[in-house]
């Protein structure tokens, strides 16, 4: 059945992902006498298999031009496309990536996964208005997904770090309403609660900080919203650290349906209740 074979690629990805070569050769086996050596995914799992097993750059480069001879045949396989973009990628070649990833969307526009990808090289690079416009692409396709709603949130804060005056508060307000969505589409999203947190906690610094009321340069027929009042983002920060803990204390007991949670992800949340704490004390 077709949900027996995506068992088999969850599961030679989760041995590749631990080192287990020889089992995930066992299940690339089994898909190509399944589906063929010249079917698109397989390719692409063969092509991610001989990345894994290489040991040196020259080798790495041997399995891209592998891809590069894919291509010639045949430029419209799009899973190999994907790959020889990621493995540029983990070759240093930024540039190269980049490019290879603009020309998959002219070709296919609705691609939300390319356009992640591109979004978190240019985030990588300090490219925060592109990775802002891709996150913006991701979310026309897929819209009700919170994890790039969160992801929008993080690269506008980042943005605001590098801004002054009514940009940076334009930055961080958009910031936050984007970690609300994110929370409001998945009610225990660990990382949205974590952003609404840091950033309803830099906005509070930015508006008390203020002498008056501080005004974005934008334009207002741009449709940029107003600044949130204090009392709101003070609430929003309020809202955030209750979950937080609330989170925090159900996954350290052990409580049942609450053990999904990436440890380290729990580990930073509780280091930003307790640096939040420490400000409190002073």
């Not at 894919?70 to 430029?75: A, N, R, T």
Request: proline residues 2%; hydrophobic residues 35%.
């Amino acid at each position: 059945s077709q949900e027996k074979w995506a068992t088999y690629e969850s599961l030679f990805l989760a041995c590749l992902r631990t080192s287990d070569n020889d089992a995930a050769y066992l299940c690339l086996e089994e898909l190509t006498d399944r589906f063929g050596r010249q079917n698109e995914r397989v390719m692409a799992l063969q092509g991610l298999y001989k990345e894994a097993m290489a040991g040196s750059q020259g080798e790495l480069e041997e399995v891209l031009r592998g891809y590069d001879e894919i291509l010639k045949e045949d430029p419209t396989v799009f899973s190999i496309r994907k790959r020889r973009a990621a493995l540029l990628r983990s070759m240093g070649k930024v540039s190269e990536s980049v490019q290879e990833l603009v020309r998959l969307l002219d070709v296919s526009p609705t691609d939300a996964e390319t356009w992640a990808e591109l979004a978190d090289m240019y985030a990588q690079q300090g490219l925060y208005e592109q990775a802002v416009y891709c996150l913006e692409e991701v979310l026309v396709v897929m819209p009700n997904a919170w994890n790039m709603h969160a992801r929008l949130g993080e690269v506008f804060y980042l943005a605001s770090q590098r801004q002054e005056g009514g940009d940076q508060l334009k930055g961080l307000s958009e910031s936050m309403r984007r970690f609300c969505r994110s929370i409001e589409l998945c009610d225990d999203y660990l990382r949205g609660y974590y952003g609404l947190k840091l950033t309803t906690g830099s906005l509070l610094v930015t508006l008390e900080g203020a002498a008056k009321p501080q005004k974005s340069s934008s334009d207002p027929v741009t449709g940029d919203l107003a600044p949130p009042s204090i009392e709101s983002v003070r609430k929003l920060n309020q809202a955030a650290t209750a979950k937080l803990g609330e989170i925090i204390r159900r996954v350290g007991s052990g409580e049942k349906g609450w053990d999904g949670y990436n440890e380290a992800e729990i580990k930073a949340a509780r280091e930003l209740l307790e640096k939040g704490a420490q400000k409190i004390e002073r």
